[in-house]
């Protein structure tokens, strides 16, 4: 080790970063993180998939409730809203799982070092008035809301989604533009909470990369549940005036401009890599056209001893995958094989009903070859219809000639956990045949990814 201070330095401790630490450390390496903000865990723990679920899971029963669906359940309430409380628990969720981590770096000898990092040479990087030598330096800096020219967000009438987990009251009319994954989960929080919300989309549909009839579907049932879409429609302006917004839009191909009042509007039309101050150029490196560190198959940068992972590369932004990423760079560098599938990595929106897809979509399965649909709606399943749950369906996309599943998507309000199923069985080369004939618990939302496999080949039972 000599002069150096760590033998891995790992820049970010979202899941990305401090998995990458805790790893590192696991296989005996001396390790340090650095991290700019007051707890760990990044923006997963802090303003992402942590809080939004917490706002998610508390926002479905209140509405459930609220609504009066549960009387169909025998169930009777007298319901009110307490936000206060509500956000008390997101808070206490957020401030639990980042101790976690902070708990886990003791256990693991990691040292935080507190403050923003910046390279001053390929091995050396600057933090507050410190200077750290490592022999490997991971850069796990995440990435920032996507700003939209000339709209301000000021996170009190304009937010983006960090604003919009804390909102003080319940807007009366809330504007999303974008309509991701962002968009969709924050903005049905605040639709089950009372809010009108109008969703403006540039596209012609939502939720860009999932499979075609997935998307169809998802914007049916958003829409039944109230959420309005203006699709292939773009922002061209917001005003604020006092605790109102005001936004000019127009049609995506051009036309007659209209303008939409509303009290809250939110921003969600992507996230863009941190890389600002970071001062790459000091290490010899630089960022692609669309501000990404590029890697290679190792997660390694052009420059030896310096690798990135998790949403500052290439790739899809999500928790999951940045920590997978963290273990392989981490057994990477210690000289171990670290691999991660980037064919199998699933994505879940988590509205009610969830939306959850791995693999290709169906669109690109056909663009490779000849494929076998098979499909399976809720309706028919005995659970879903059971739980009075019966929106969604399962679709499983194979290869025409071997079988073998190239991607799955689902909607049902269990879809992120039924994704798991299908995720192993690909990771594992697994036909359609193969999850067919895999026995599954009776009576479980799940069975419907069987009855889809079957249906693959024609043959599925309760339809
Ligand atoms: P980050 O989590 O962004 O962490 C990077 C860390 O690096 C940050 O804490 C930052 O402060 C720090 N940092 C940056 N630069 C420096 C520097 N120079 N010096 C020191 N520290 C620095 N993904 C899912 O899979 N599931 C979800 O349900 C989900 N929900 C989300 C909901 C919301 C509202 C948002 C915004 C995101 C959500 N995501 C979700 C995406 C997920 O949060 C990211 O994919 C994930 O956090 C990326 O991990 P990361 O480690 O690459 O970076
Ligand atoms: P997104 O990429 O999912 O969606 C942005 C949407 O905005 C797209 O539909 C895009 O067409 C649209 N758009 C872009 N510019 C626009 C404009 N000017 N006007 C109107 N619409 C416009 O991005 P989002 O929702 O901001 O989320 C960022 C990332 O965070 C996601 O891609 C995802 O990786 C991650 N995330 C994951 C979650 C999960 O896994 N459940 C939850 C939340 C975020």
């Not at 990044?42 to 992402?48: A, F, P, Q, R």
């Not at 203006?230 to 604020?240: E, M, N, P, Y």
């Not at 895999?438 to 309760?462: Q, R, Y």
Request: with cysteine.
């Amino acid at each position: 080790m000599a002069d150096y201070d760590f033998d891995v330095l790992v820049i970010g401790a979202g899941p990305g970063g401090y998995v990458a630490a805790i790893r590192a450390a696991q296989l005996g390496l001396k390790t340090g993180c650095v991290e700019s903000r007051e707890t760990l865990g990044g923006t997963c723990l802090n303003v992402g998939c942590i809080p939004s679920k917490a706002m998610l899971h508390a926002s479905e029963l209140y509405e459930e409730a609220a609504s009066g669906k549960l009387g169909k359940l025998g169930i009777k309430a007298q319901v009110e809203l307490d936000l206060d409380t509500m956000h008390g628990q997101r808070k206490d969720a957020v401030k639990g799982l980042t101790g976690g981590i902070e708990f886990l770096f003791k256990k693991n000898k990691i040292e935080w070092l507190k403050g923003h990092a910046a390279f001053t040479g390929k091995d050396t990087v600057q933090v507050g008035d410190r200077t750290v030598r490592a022999k490997n330096i991971v850069i796990a800096t995440g990435s920032s809301v996507t700003p939209l020219p000339g709209v301000t967000i000021d996170q009190k009438v304009v937010v983006d989604s960090t604003g919009a987990l804390e909102l003080a009251k319940v807007p009366g009319h809330m504007v999303v533009i974008g309509g991701g994954v962002i968009g969709l989960e924050l903005g049905s929080v605040w639709k089950r909470l009372g809010a009108k919300v109008t969703v403006v989309e540039f596209l012609d549909q939502i939720l860009p990369g999932m499979d075609g009839e997935v998307r169809k579907e998802a914007n049916k049932i958003f829409k039944k549940q109230g959420i309005e879409f203006k699709l292939a429609t773009k922002v061209t302006g917001v005003t604020v005036s006092g605790d109102k917004a005001t936004l000019t839009v127009e049609p995506a191909a051009g036309g007659a401009a209209e303008t939409i009042e509303a009290d809250a509007v939110l921003v969600s039309i992507g996230r863009k890599p941190n890389t600002d101050g970071l001062a790459l150029d000091k290490a010899g490196l630089a960022t692609n056209q669309r501000g990404q560190v590029e890697i290679d198959h190792d997660f390694r940068t052009s420059v030896p001893g310096i690798w990135a992972i998790g949403d500052v590369v290439p790739g899809p932004m999500l928790a999951h995958k940045a920590e997978d990423e963290g273990i392989a760079v981490a057994e990477n560098i210690a000289g171990q094989t670290g691999i991660v599938n980037h064919d199998v990595i699933p994505s879940v929106v988590y509205t009610m009903p969830e939306i959850a897809g791995v693999g290709l979509t169906e669109e690109q399965a056909k663009e490779r070859g000849e494929v076998k649909v098979g499909k399976f709606p809720m309706l028919a399943n005995s659970r879903a219809k059971t739980n009075h749950e019966p929106d969604g369906f399962v679709k499983v996309v194979a290869d025409a000639k071997t079988d073998r599943v190239l991607g799955v998507w689902i909607i049902a309000s269990v879809a992120g956990t039924m994704i798991a199923q299908a995720a192993q069985a690909m990771e594992f080369g697994a036909t359609s045949e193969d999850i067919a004939y895999t026995c599954h618990a009776h009576p479980t939302h799940s069975e419907a990814l069987k009855e889809a496999a079957m249906a693959v080949t024609g043959k599925p039972i309760h339809i």
